[in-house]
T-cell receptor, first 111, second 118 residues
Framework: EDQVTQSPEALRLQEGESSSLNCSYTVSGLRGLFWYRQDPGKGPEFLFTLYSAGEEKEKERLKATLTKKESFLHITAPKPEDSATYLCAVQGYGGYNKLIFGAGTRLAVHP | DAGVTQSPTHLIKTRGQQVTLRCSPKSGHDTVSWYQQALGQGPQFIFQYYEEEERQRGNFPDRFSGHQFPNYSSELNVNALLLGDSALYLC???FGPGRVTDYNSPLHFGNGTRLTVT
């Protein structure tokens, strides 16, 4: 059964303090791994798609990487506006755009 | 360019009642998926509609049903509501499998309908 586990559940950082979020997955054939950001009371906002091990993508202070078993979301010099829940999801060969999500990491960045 | 819109934003229902939630996909998208997100959890896939047919379904009982209209908008119906159905219901749209060269057309989510069952 496809499964996604994210850690830590919650992370508190000082502004400028870099860190990484982890997403471990098991899937019967990976079509894609997705990172989303979700603010309170809002729907998830798409950040990245990664397709194969070794791939990296960047957007502002965020960088996502992928191995055969894990993905990391690196946050460099975060700002308070980066505070949100970050969700990881995988799509296997079980169906078109049917995503399996992890429970997310709640990130709080304090000034 | 209008994104995914959902209505209503909030809803309070009593156990045993029925509810209908509505979704309009992002302009140009023809596939709609519904997800349930319990508090503190990630979204869980309910089902997906493409060409007015249910194409995939997650592990949800038959009390959950849906519909897609010719204009690609969609409804989610839940019958015989239980307290455990209280959650944020998210609609997501994308291009259908027959219209993209990139198989992994990313999902675009609406802001959801917060359903509370008392």
């Amino acid at each position: 059964e496809d499964q996604v586990t994210q850690s830590p559940e919650a992370l508190r950082l000082q502004e400028g303090e870099s860190s990484s979020l982890n997403c471990s997955y098991t899937v019967s054939g990976l079509r894609g791994l997705f990172w989303y950001r979700q603010d309170p009371g809002k729907g998830p906002e798409f950040l990245f798609t990664l397709y194969s091990a070794g791939e990296e993508k960047e957007k502002e202070r965020l960088k996502a990487t992928l191995t055969k078993k894990e993905s990391f979301l690196h946050i460099t010099a975060p700002k308070p506006e980066d505070s949100a829940t970050y969700l990881c999801a995988v799509q296997g060969y079980g169906g078109y755009n049917k995503l399996i999500f992890g429970a997310g990491t709640r990130l709080a960045v304090h000034p | 360019d209008a994104g995914v819109t959902q209505s209503p934003t909030h809803l309070i229902k009593t156990r045993g009642q029925q509810v209908t939630l509505r979704c309009s996909p992002k302009s140009g998208h023809d596939t709609v998926s519904w997800y349930q997100q319990a508090l503190g959890q990630g979204p869980q896939f309910i089902f997906q509609y493409y060409e007015e047919e249910e194409r995939q379904r997650g592990n949800f009982p038959d009390r959950f049903s849906g519909h897609q209209f010719p204009n690609y908008s969609s409804e989610l119906n839940v019958n015989a509501l239980l307290l455990g159905d209280s959650a944020l219901y998210l609609c997501a749209s994308s291009f259908g499998p027959g219209r993209v060269t990139d198989y992994n057309s990313p999902l675009h989510f609406g802001n959801g309908t917060r359903l509370t069952v008392t």
